[in-house]
């Protein structure tokens, strides 16, 4: 099945700094997810990307799906102590829509 | 959206044992997924359970360690059988709504 490559595996920012994290696959893929997970806590979704170059945003978040589809950015502005968290990538797939997810991205943000 | 529940929330368990973990969600779904988180790791999928069929499990995970039972539309139960301090992890059952899973709350396994 589809596999995606999820970088940094870890992230210390300092409040104020912007985060990264980035998703690569070797395979076009149809979409791809974002879930966050707060420490102690369970995926919560946040959004979904299908198409092309396409580009989201929620508040502080930006999400992008890059242009031939094989890759995704989420990227947090001015970061802060409530983003803390491991952040996850994964992929839809399957008559079920069972999900794949990426290795994740845990962020500490420090005060 | 979809509201979840998981029993237990947490156990300690002797090896060999065995555990039966519930998952209840508030409304009628046709799949139910579960998934096992090992700490620190991502989450990897163990089986997808339809309502009045069998489970279909994911590569390395078999029904014998791993029974799933799906008597309705609203609830599952996932057994870890003959457990291991490897069987040591946290699992998560979901369902799907839309574009979304929603995830319940987990179920934090620990063998001796």
């Known amino acids: 099945g589809q596999q995606v490559m999820q970088i940094p595996q870890y992230q210390h920012v300092q409040e104020g700094e912007d985060f990264t994290t980035y998703c690569n696959s070797s395979t076009t893929l149809s979409n791809i997810q974002w879930y966050k997970q707060r420490p102690g806590g369970h995926p919560v979704f946040l959004i979904q990307l299908v198409k092309s170059g396409e580009v989201k945003k929620q508040k502080r978040l930006t999400f992008q799906f890059g242009e031939a589809k094989k890759n995704s950015s989420l990227h947090i502005t001015a970061t802060q102590t409530t983003d803390v968290g491991t952040y996850f990538c994964a992929i839809s797939s399957g008559s079920a829509r069972q999900l794949t997810f990426g290795s994740g991205t845990q962020l500490t943000v420090l005060p | 959206s979809a509201v979840i529940s998981q029993k237990p929330s947490r156990d300690i368990c002797q090896r060999g044992t065995s555990l039966t973990i519930q998952c209840q969600v508030d409304s009628q779904v046709t799949m139910m997924f579960w998934y096992r988180q090992q700490p620190g790791q991502s989450l990897t999928l163990i089986a997808t359970?339809?309502?009045?069929?069998?489970?279909?499990?994911e590569s390395g995970f078999v029904i014998d360690k791993f029974p799933i039972s799906r008597p309705n539309l609203t609830f599952s139960t996932l057994t870890v059988s003959n457990m291991s301090p490897e069987d040591s992890s946290i699992y998560l059952c979901?369902?799907?709504?839309?574009?979304?899973?929603?995830f319940g709350p987990g179920t934090r396994l620990t063998v001796l």
């Open positions: 979901s369902v799907g709504a839309g574009n979304e899973q929603f």
């Open positions: 359970a339809n309502q009045g069929s069998e489970a279909t499990y």
